[in-house]
């Protein structure tokens, strides 16, 4: 079962990610929870496609105060190589660097 917006996999109601690893929450009418959410706010689109400056701005604004997989999950992105990708296509190769280096001392 996979959401008809982002076309990422869904677990069912009350799985935990330990038994279905990769798998995003199911959400509504198809969808998986983060695109039933970001389209209740009246926002098109799949969700974790943000406007790349407002990432950047996000990860700044995070990096250090939490886990860096848990900073990219908070930013709609399953895991944190979808993160650092976006960051290096902006040129933030200083945000990639703190992220992974956070990520060697946890
Ligand atoms: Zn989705």
Do not use: F, W
């Amino acid at each position: 079962m996979t959401c008809v917006v982002c076309d990422r996999a869904m677990r069912p109601k009350r799985a935990t990610p330990a038994d279905y690893p990769g798998t995003v929450p199911l959400g509504h009418h198809g969808m998986c929870s983060g695109c039933a959410r970001r389209r209740a706010r009246g926002v098109s689109g799949p969700a974790g496609t943000y406007d790349p400056a407002y990432v950047v701005g996000e990860v700044d604004h995070l990096i250090g105060t939490d886990e860096p997989d848990n900073i990219a999950r908070r930013l709609g992105y399953g895991h944190l190589d979808s993160l650092t990708s976006v960051l290096t296509r902006q040129h933030r190769h200083d945000l990639v660097e703190r992220l992974t280096r956070t990520e060697q001392l946890a």
